[in-house]
């Protein structure tokens, strides 16, 4: 799904929520180039973290723009798109609150 501003999978995101609201200070054993990927990212949370913010995701509110959550309103007959503004769900609305970066 599309989480924090990149395309993740449900753990990488579940990772990065509990790093960001923790403030995580993370350390690698090694030299901070351990290969993150399917099989081996978890083995080093200090590079898993990098590679979160390598590939672009970002706990700034700016970057949940409602249209990965609200594709479905192009489908004709959606009940999102029978819904006024005010009516529509949160993540929707998300975009609207100020980026504290």
Wanted: aromatic share 12%; charged share 25%; with cysteine.
């Amino acid at each position: 799904g599309y989480h924090y501003g990149v395309w993740s999978c449900e753990g990488c995101k579940a990772f990065f929520k509990r790093s960001i609201q923790g403030h995580n200070d993370y350390m690698c054993p090694a030299t901070n180039q351990c290969t993150i990927d399917k099989n081996r990212r978890k083995s080093c949370q200090a590079c898993r973290l990098r590679k979160c913010y390598e590939v672009g995701m970002t706990c700034c509110w700016r970057c949940w723009t409602p249209t990965a959550y609200m594709r479905p309103l192009a489908v004709e007959g959606h009940p999102w798109r029978r819904r006024t503004k005010a009516t529509w769900p949160l993540r929707a609305l998300l975009h609207r609150i100020p980026c504290k970066s």
